[in-house]
């Protein structure tokens, strides 16, 4: 396998990116109101409980069903700073997870289609690579930079949500365990899964709108995740996260499994 080839088109893909303000202002923009302006946000809402009873009497009715390895985590803290932890450390998980899949869909689907767009498509697939090495290399282009992005982001968080929460902790409180699982197991399951997706679907679609019209089924499961901890059905900890992550990992593998086995570059240019 030809690796210097292989990051050759990767190099190319992520230059490329970065110069596509229909690639780089949605990263941008999810980037800060995720891990920038949530926890400032979050910071608000006791303060917003506090002149609404109805809604903190609600909140509290939620904290009250938490399981008891989530109480423990809470023990000794008011009711305010009790919904800032929880909200900051528990709640907000899923939209994290969101922007990895985010970022590596919006990457992949700029893989090939956006190529069709920009009428390079048939000057690429003449470059001599194999059909695997020029599949793998679109699938690492959007992979790296998805967990790239979602390390730094990360960074962002752990300071924003911290320096949030000062004032009425006086301590540092994230991370935990659970990100640290998060972050070295289900974040790049996440980007793995997102790109194997997309790259199938940008394959297939004519324009990088089309593409990521088609894989935007992808975030569907995030969004349902969040709604699931609003209801209290579910709480991310250690152990789900660790599952969490092999499930992925094995959706990842069976897509990029199938991608492998449909990806033929003579079929491109007629898709």
Not at 69 to 93: C, I, N, R
Not at 123 to 150: C, D, R
Not at 168 to 176: A, D, E, G, S, Y
Request: aromatic fraction near 10%.
């Amino acid at each position: 396998m030809n690796s210097r080839a292989i990051f050759a088109v990767v190099r190319k893909d992520l230059k490329v990116a970065s110069q596509n303000k229909g690639v780089l202002v949605p990263v941008i923009v999810l980037t800060v109101v995720f891990f920038i302006l949530f926890p400032w946000l979050v910071k608000l809402i006791p303060l917003l409980g506090q002149m609404a009873g109805d809604s903190l009497n609600d909140i509290e009715k939620l904290l009250e069903r938490l399981p008891a390895g989530l109480q423990q985590d809470f023990a000794g803290l008011s009711l305010e700073q009790t919904m800032t932890v929880y909200l900051l450390k528990y709640m907000l998980v899923p939209m994290f997870l969101l922007l990895p899949l985010m970022v590596a869909s919006v990457i992949a689907a700029d893989s090939f289609a956006g190529e069709k767009e920009r009428k390079t498509l048939e000057a690429l697939l003449y470059t001599p690579t194999t059909n695997q090495e020029l599949f793998i290399a679109k699938l690492l282009s959007g992979w790296l930079a998805a967990i790239a992005v979602a390390w730094v982001g990360f960074a962002l968080y752990i300071v924003m949500a911290n320096a949030a929460a000062w004032s009425q902790l006086h301590r540092i409180f994230i991370p935990n365990a659970m990100w640290v699982v998060l972050i070295l197991w289900v974040i790049p399951a996440i980007a793995g899964l997102g790109v194997g997706v997309m790259v199938l679907a940008s394959s297939k679609a004519q324009g990088f709108q089309d593409a990521n019209q088609l894989g935007g089924l992808v975030v569907l499961p995030m969004v349902a995740l969040f709604y699931l901890q609003v209801a209290g059905v579910m709480y991310f900890n250690v152990i789900v996260a660790l599952l969490m992550g092999l499930v992925i990992w094995l959706l990842t593998g069976l897509f990029i499994w199938l991608g492998s086995r449909i990806f033929q570059r003579n079929r491109l240019l007629a898709a």
